[in-house]
């Protein structure tokens, strides 16, 4: 007997949604029969992939640094479909890379807003307009392998990633009680396009094949392999469900046995 597709009937959101992981997540939750709001900074960068997703798929404009913009994100969801079940907070900046000597307040805070701050604000805003009052919700952070030992010359990010991880458990404990879950995504390095042209530029600068440059980058690596941008979405998709009904406060790391916590 088929079972019902697991996000039937659900409203998600989806942050950050023009580029990498966020258009994936969106596409993957509509096929198992969800209605996303794809939010992004700009509209134009994410009008043309909600369109092709087709009319369970919606555009919005939002930066999710600025609480008008967050509230007017849900907003749209709430007058298109009367009611938020998931908040996937993908919307991510890495920052300027700095040695913490050279580290300025703007480039620390800029990054702390977005990768931090904003899964704040945009849970309060989806839980006030819709998940406390039904008693129900998934709300998935993403933080990154930086936020566990911290990346060198990435204080601003990394700092902020692991911010991210206590403020997911503190979402989890509050809102426990309603019925509503928070866990956060740790992804290690993602095979997106960005880190293939990446390995293809560094291979060119050092006469080697991008071949060797990603051995040397997996190295360390249990799997020895990256994850794609589908690996990430299958965990981040697996904790919105109900398949993980009794999972919460847990960050849990997707990146070939990198971290091992
Ligand atoms: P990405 O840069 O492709 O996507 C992040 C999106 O957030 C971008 O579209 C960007 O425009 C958007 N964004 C930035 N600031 C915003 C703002 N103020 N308001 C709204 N949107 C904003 O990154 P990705 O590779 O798809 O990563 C997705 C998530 O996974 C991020 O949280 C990232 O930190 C995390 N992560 C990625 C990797 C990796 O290797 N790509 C590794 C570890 C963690």
């Known amino acids: 007997m088929s079972r019902p597709p697991r996000f039937a009937g659900k409203v998600a959101i989806v942050t950050g949604a023009s ?8 596409r993957m939750l509509v096929e198992e029969g969800a209605m996303v709001v ?3 900074r700009r509209l134009e960068m994410v009008a043309a992939e909600a369109e092709a997703i087709g009319p369970d798929a919606i555009a919005v404009q939002a930066d999710v640094t600025n609480e ?12 298109r479909w009367g009611q938020v079940d998931i908040l996937l907070n993908n919307a991510a900046v890495p920052g300027t890379d700095k040695f913490i000597w050279e580290q300025t307040v703007d480039n620390f805070l800029d990054t702390y807003k977005v990768d931090c701050m904003a899964a704040m604000l945009c849970s309060k805003a989806v839980l006030n307009a819709s998940m406390l009052e039904r008693k129900s919700g998934a709300i998935v952070n993403f933080s990154s392998g930086a936020g566990w030992d911290g990346l060198v010359r990435k204080s ?3 700092a902020a990633k692991g911010a991210l991880r206590v403020l997911t458990k503190v979402i989890a404990k509050e809102v426990g009680e309603f019925g509503i879950r928070c866990n956060c995504v740790v992804p290690g390095a993602i095979e997106t396009e960005l880190m293939v042209n990446y390995m293809k530029r560094i291979a060119g600068e050092k006469g080697v094949t991008p071949e060797e440059i990603k051995a040397g980058l997996t190295g360390t690596v249990a799997l020895r392999t990256f994850s794609t941008t589908e690996d990430v979405a299958n965990l981040a998709l697996f904790l919105a469900s109900d398949e993980a009904r009794t999972i919460t406060g847990q960050s849990i790391n997707v990146d070939g046995g990198q971290v091992m916590s």
């Open 38 to 40: 794809m939010a992004a």
């Open 68 to 79: 008008a913009d967050v509230i007017a994100m849900v907003g749209a969801a709430m007058s």
């Open 19 to 26: 580029t990498g992981l966020g258009p994936v997540m969106a």
């Open 156 to 158: 601003h990010y990394s």
